[in-house]
């Protein structure tokens, strides 16, 4: 499983920012997907997860109300709409795959299995 994520960039506080994060081939209607991110001198940190058929979505608590996952099946796409942006958002995002055929949204890296090859997002104040 191969996953693509769109360039990032730079944008003000305040602003807005839509990732997204394409797998081309098959069996993506069957991944649990989450994107993470990874702040300079921090660890890896968990931000949204999505089910399968998008019913479900699970946000770390200092991303609630702000940013939006979502998928398009038919796309084979993810996507991460981020709103009211803060200089603390600014890391390196991940997208992330779990094929196990799993229904829960997971939170922990480890139970993903394939990811994204990163793209930065710089918050300015």
């Known amino acids: 499983v191969q996953l693509q994520a769109s360039r990032g960039g730079l944008v003000q506080a305040g602003g807005s920012l839509r990732l997204s994060c394409a797998a081309p081939g098959r069996g993506f209607n069957s991944y649990v997907l989450g994107w993470f991110r990874q702040a300079p001198g921090k660890e890896r940190e968990f931000v949204a997860a999505?089910?399968?058929?998008?019913?479900?979505?699970k946000y770390a608590d200092f991303v609630k109300g702000r940013f939006t996952i979502s998928r398009d099946n038919a796309k084979n796409t993810v996507y991460l709409q981020m709103n009211s942006l803060k200089p603390e958002d600014t890391a390196v995002y991940y997208c992330a795959a779990d094929t196990s055929l799993t229904v829960v949204p997971h939170t922990g890296a480890a139970l993903y299995h394939y990811w994204g090859q990163g793209t930065l997002v710089t918050v300015s104040s």
């Open positions: 999505i089910t399968r058929s998008g019913g479900t979505t």
